[in-house]
């Protein structure tokens, strides 16, 4: 059964300065640069027929292109066991209200609530055993990292299936943001 996701891809160029913070943290899993993205709603496993209605909802989400900025970088986890670092998104009124939108769809269609607060980022690497020193060594040396703000015109649904090399993201259907 597919696990899906609801995210927004990042433009190549985004993901091509992303993928220069990789490297200096042992014991990390660095997320390719292709596979980077800024998730707006896990959705989990989910049937065919789910599936269905789940691209018919969020068919019906209405919002308008907004603009993006990535700032700093951070991590999850305890000062102890760091479990991931990501990159930062500046807070942004247009991606608040297209993640509402989302959420609201979704929970009309009978899933339940996303149970934590939005906290909009970009999984850079998942940490195993990482030492702490080094990635505080990390984030003290990244924490200034800013791209320029990109335009989002789309959000797409991915389906998510693993495999022994990690995770095979499909894109499933892209969505056109077009206004309210």
């Known amino acids: 059964m597919p696990r899906l ?61 907004f603009e993006v900025a990535l700032a700093g970088v951070g991590h999850w986890g305890t000062r102890e066991r760091a479990t991931m670092i990501w990159a930062g998104v500046e807070k942004s009124p247009g991606l608040s209200h297209l993640q509402s939108k989302i959420e609201s769809a979704l929970v009309r269609l009978g899933l339940e609530p996303e149970g934590r607060k939005f906290s909009p980022h970009v999984t850079l690497a998942r940490l195993s055993g990482s030492p702490c020193a080094r990635v505080a060594k990390f984030i003290a040396d990244h924490n200034l990292f800013r791209l320029p703000p990109f335009r989002i015109e789309t959000f797409t649904l991915f389906s998510s299936f693993l495999s022994r090399g990690g995770a095979i993201y499909t894109p499933e259907v892209e969505y056109a943001l077009l206004g309210s």
Not at 26 to 55: C, N, Y
Request: charged share 25%; hydrophobic share 45%.
């Open 5 to 65: 996701f609801v995210a927004i891809p990042l433009p190549e160029d985004v993901r091509e300065r992303l993928g220069l913070l990789a490297g200096g943290v042992p014991g990390e899993r660095w997320v390719d640069s292709e596979k980077l993205h800024l998730t707006l709603r896990f959705v989990g496993e989910v049937d065919g027929g789910w599936a269905e209605d789940i691209m018919a909802a969020l068919g019906g989400v209405t919002a308008k292109p």
